[in-house]
């Protein structure tokens, strides 16, 4: 069983920024995407990036969320900025192996108020 673990959540003002991990425990895992839960809300996704480093967002994370991998510390970093209130939920990380298989993390509370 891979195991994935999200980090770096917590409380920050409108227009402040925030840098999340994920972290899992398996060599095999070549896609990692993210997504989140908003209060009351479905679970949305904002993006994924490779073992290559090519990512891919959702509009709404377009220009103000960037995801990178570092592949020999199987971490990947979502890096959000110009947070506004509307970016509040818990920010969950999926690993994916070859063929499909995904691995979810527990998730990371994200809180933006004043």
């Known amino acids: 069983q891979v195991h994935v673990e999200e980090s770096g959540g917590g409380l920050v003002q409108p227009g402040g920024s925030l840098r999340l991990s994920c972290k899992w425990s398996?060599?095999?895992?070549?896609?990692v995407e993210w997504f989140r839960q908003a209060p009351g809300e479905q679970r949305e996704r904002v993006g994924d990036v490779g073992r290559s480093g090519v990512s891919s967002y959702e509009d709404f994370a377009k220009g103000r969320f960037t995801i990178s991998m570092e592949v020999a510390k199987r971490t990947v970093f979502l890096e959000m900025r110009n947070l506004t209130p509307e970016d509040t939920g818990v920010y969950y990380c999926?690993?994916?192996?070859?063929?499909?298989?995904?691995?979810w993390g527990s998730g990371t509370l994200v809180t933006v108020s004043s």
């Open positions: 999926k690993a994916i192996q070859p063929g499909g298989v995904p691995h």
């Open positions: 398996d060599d095999s895992i070549w896609l």
